[in-house]
């Protein structure tokens, strides 16, 4: 079965710096990655995902993550944050287990970004 | 505008009653699911529905029970038998049932403290 870590639970940033949250998954057979965003009491949504193809994935808002197979990896950066990305943010892996296809979820990084 | 509801948004209860969370979805997705969400433990799946009248269990599904009599319905009870209730529960649906290239879309979330 796959797993997820998340090497860092807490982020603290200055507004407009570099950040990056790291992730690594278990195993290295073909995988499917994402990463979701959550606001405070809220539900979890998408920011991007890696099914194939380019190894750097980009989002709307900023973000790129890119998967690395040989280090098992599919860290997240942006280049400059800002206020509203103060976030927790979850790597998430599909894992295939008794036919059928399940995420499996990272314990959480939450980015605090500073004024 | 389509999406997932989750009610009651705060749900209190005594310690041996079992509630029963709502999750309904407008988006005609086959595939739904339940997750509990602790602080940094990440989301943990709870249960899984593929289709109508069919579901099983996930990582944790003890002192849970989920019924799924129509596609757009996927209620949650928490039992007396569960020990540990308090938490934040997420309802979240995907297109196609088994397919982990699918994002999946979560509700608000319902948070459950046992007094």
């Known amino acids: 079965a796959q797993s997820v870590t998340q090497l860092d639970s807490q982020v603290p940033v200055f507004e407009e710096a570099p950040v990056e949250l790291r992730c690594n998954y278990s195993s290295s057979v073909s995988v499917y990655l994402f990463w979701y965003v959550q606001y405070p009491n809220q539900g979890l949504q998408l920011l991007l995902k890696y099914l194939s193809g380019s190894t750097l994935v980009e989002s709307i808002n900023g973000f790129e993550a890119e998967f690395n197979k040989s280090q098992t990896s599919f860290h997240l950066r942006k280049p400059s944050v800002h206020i509203s990305d103060t976030a927790e943010y979850f790597c998430a892996v599909s894992d295939r287990q008794g036919g059928s296809e399940k995420l499996v979820f990272g314990k959480g990084t939450k980015l605090t970004v500073n004024p | 505008d389509g999406g997932i509801t989750q009610s009651p948004k705060y749900l209190f209860r005594k310690e041996g009653q079992n509630v029963t969370l709502s999750c309904e979805q407008n988006?005609?997705?086959?595939?739904m699911y339940w997750y509990r969400q602790d602080p940094g433990q990440g989301l943990r799946l709870i249960y899984y529905?593929?289709?109508?009248?069919?579901?099983q269990k996930g990582d944790i599904a003890e002192g849970y029970s989920v019924s799924r009599e129509k596609k757009e319905s996927f209620p949650l009870t928490v039992t007396s038998a569960q020990k540990n209730p308090t938490a934040f529960y997420l309802c979240?649906?995907?297109?196609?049932?088994?397919?982990?290239?699918?994002?999946?879309?979560f509700g608000p979330g319902t948070r459950l403290t046992v007094l």
């Open positions: 979240a649906s995907s297109i196609r049932p088994g397919a982990g290239t699918d994002t999946q879309y």
């Open positions: 988006l005609n997705h086959d595939a």
């Open positions: 529905s593929q289709i109508v009248n069919d579901f």
